[in-house]
């Protein structure tokens, strides 16, 4: 029998749409917690009037300790401020490791920066982004709809939110005519 570092979590069967079930704790960011996010400032704190729900996190009971392996579901809401895409807040893992998405519904992107390059990944249902150890990452809804996708991650990876307001995340993601617009920033 194997030793565990934590209290183990039985075997179980997950059931998920924009909630799982068994479920988790459930993560609401509102406008109000996109401090700093979006370039156009006045187009933000014009929005903290009716302070939307930009996104949401369901996660299931697996816990985030070191050798569990926890999931959680991301709804982005559609939206933008200034131009810009609404997004998630982005975070890079204290602990290097590696974390995969899919795209369960509505279209989006998952926007990557080590420090010197960004990346973009184009989302949709089925797609399964990449997040190599190492990485910075957010989503972006890119479309109408609600954006979802399902994140798998070891326990121990951890978010690290700050980074990301210290270094940026390389693009800032606009409506474009024919598209996403990426801006270097
Ligand atoms: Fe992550």
Redesign the pocket.
């Known amino acids: 029998m194997s030793s565990f570092v934590t209290p183990p979590v039985p075997p179980m069967r997950i059931t998920f749409d924009a909630r799982m079930e068994p479920s988790g704790p459930v993560l609401t960011r509102r406008m109000s917690d996109l401090r700093g996010l979006f370039a156009d400032t006045a187009a933000w704190e014009a929005s903290l009037a009716e302070d939307p729900v930009v996104y949401e996190v369901a996660s299931s009971p697996v816990p985030e300790a070191e050798g569990e392996l926890p999931q959680s579901i991301t709804t982005i809401h559609p939206g933008k401020v200034g131009g810009e895409f609404h997004m998630t807040k982005g ?1 890079i ?1 204290p602990r290097p490791r590696g ?1 995969i998405y899919l795209g369960l519904s509505g279209v989006g992107g998952l926007l990557l920066f080590d420090g010197d390059k960004p990346e973009w990944i184009p989302m949709e249902p089925g797609s399964i982004g990449y ?1 190599p150890p190492g990485w910075a ?1 957010r989503s972006v809804n890119t479309g109408d709809e609600p954006y979802r996708f399902l ?1 798998v ?1 070891p326990g121990d ?1 951890g ?1 690290d939110y700050e980074w990301v307001l210290r270094n940026g995340m390389g693009y800032r993601v606009l409506g474009g005519a024919d598209g996403p617009d990426l801006r270097p920033f």
Do not use: N
Request: charged share 10%; glycine share 0%.
């Open positions: 975070h893992h974390e997040i990452h994140a991650y990876a978010h």
